[in-house]
């Protein structure tokens, strides 16, 4: 299975930038980033194909952040730009070998880092 390891994040203020990173190891057919609120579901923002680097984002995020990969370093990267305190949460990346699943579902996934945390101050 997809081995992943998110790091990049930390305190911003709002309106600032930050840029994630996930490390992988093993096979992926599509990857995606989500992240988590206290109280809140998990929510997906955006999907990179690990071959054709073909992306989709969802609409909370989309002209904010972009998700690109660079296969040459088994990394996956979201940056992230005017950041605001709504978008304060765990941010998780995710992997599927398998096609066919919902996107933009966490259920797709069965492999996920640990997280890394982003703080946004407003």
């Known amino acids: 299975q997809v081995q992943l390891m998110e790091s990049g994040g930390g305190s911003v203020q709002a309106g600032g930038s930050l840029t994630l990173s996930c490390t992988a190891s093993g096979y992926r057919y599509l990857m995606a980033w989500f992240r988590q609120a206290p109280g809140k579901e998990r929510e997906g923002l955006a999907i990179?194909?690990?071959?054709?680097?073909?992306?989709a984002y969802a609409d909370s995020v989309k002209g904010r952040f972009t998700i690109s990969q660079d296969n040459s370093k088994n990394t996956m990267y979201l940056q992230m730009n005017n950041l605001k305190p709504e978008d304060t949460a765990m941010y998780y990346c995710?992997?599927?070998?398998?096609?066919?699943?919902?996107?933009?579902?966490?259920?797709?996934?069965?492999?996920w880092g640990p997280g890394t945390q982003v703080t946004v101050s407003s």
């Open positions: 995710a992997a599927t070998p398998d096609q066919g699943g919902r996107r933009f579902s966490y259920t797709t996934y069965p492999s």
């Open positions: 990179i194909y690990a071959r054709g680097d073909s992306t």
